[in-house]
């Protein structure tokens, strides 16, 4: 049976994939923040371990890397847990470096710290990370610049992994935009209605994981079934 280890996977695109790969058979570790709506979230899916915590902090990593050693195997990782930083989005001169430092702790450094820590059972299984990845990594929107830099980062820290990791796949994921609650803090007080559920992206999602095609950048849009996949210079 495939274990696959979620990050934030209370709502938006983490839940909706927590969601499919239980569905199809797969033995999961998820977390987020908020326990309750964790729980909540992945209420009656079978062989799930939510463990509520904050990916920036190394004990509750421990824990999660603890969980993956009991299940004996992990076939994916994916980082998916980010922060948006501050709400409105502030202009670089204006950013604080305390809110920076954290949401490249969040979006940066857990996301290397947990590969460091699941090296071992992902090379086992010659298996696959799944960095989750935006278009405000390689797009200069005004105001996404705390963001988008430690996505970008996210981004070259993906390609270098894959250049090291010879037995694993290593995927930047840009899953688009997404009607969820990071989003509709990126615009606050818009109808962002018009944006897809997460759930439209869960397929592009599982094929980059059942077909593992070579490491790099994905965008959801290239991988929608039918489409030939291509690889995204990031
Ligand atoms: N939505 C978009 O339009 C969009 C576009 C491009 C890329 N993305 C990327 O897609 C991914 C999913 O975003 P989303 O829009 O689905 O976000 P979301 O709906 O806001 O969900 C974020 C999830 O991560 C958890 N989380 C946040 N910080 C965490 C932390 N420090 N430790 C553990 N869990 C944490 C949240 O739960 P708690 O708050 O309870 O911790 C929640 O489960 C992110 O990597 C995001 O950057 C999103």
Same mark, same amino acid.
Request: zero cysteines.
């Given at each position: 049976m495939p274990v696959a280890l979620i990050t934030g996977?209370? @709502? =938006?695109l983490g839940e909706a994939t927590a969601r499919a790969l239980a569905g199809r058979g797969w033995s999961l570790v998820a977390d987020a923040r908020r326990g309750a709506d964790l729980t909540d979230a992945l @209420? =009656?899916?079978?062989r799930v371990i939510a463990i509520p915590g904050d990916v920036t902090d190394p004990g509750h990593r421990a824990q999660l890397a603890a969980s993956v050693a009991r299940l004996g195997r992990l076939d994916v990782l994916i980082n998916n847990a980010s922060s948006l930083g501050p709400s409105p989005l502030p202009a670089l001169r204006d950013y604080d470096l305390d809110e920076l430092r954290r949401v490249q702790e969040t979006n940066l450094l857990a996301p290397l710290a947990l590969i460091q820590l699941l090296a071992g059972p992902l090379t086992a299984s010659g298996g696959t990370i799944v960095n989750i990845s935006s278009d405000a990594a390689v797009e200069a929107y005004p105001g996404w610049g705390g963001y988008g830099s430690a996505k970008a980062a996210l981004d070259h820290l993906t390609a270098v992994l894959a250049a090291e990791e010879e037995s694993l796949r290593c995927y930047a994921f840009d899953p688009g935009d997404m009607r969820t609650e990071m989003h509709q803090l990126a615009f606050?007080?818009?109808?962002?209605?018009d944006r897809p559920e997460p759930v439209s992206v869960v397929p592009a999602l599982l094929r980059l994981i059942g077909e593992r095609p070579p490491s790099g950048r994905y965008r959801a849009g290239d991988l929608s079934s039918g489409n030939e996949m291509v690889q995204v210079a990031s």
């Open positions: 996977a209370s @709502r =938006g @209420r =009656g899916l079978p606050p007080g818009e109808d962002i209605s």
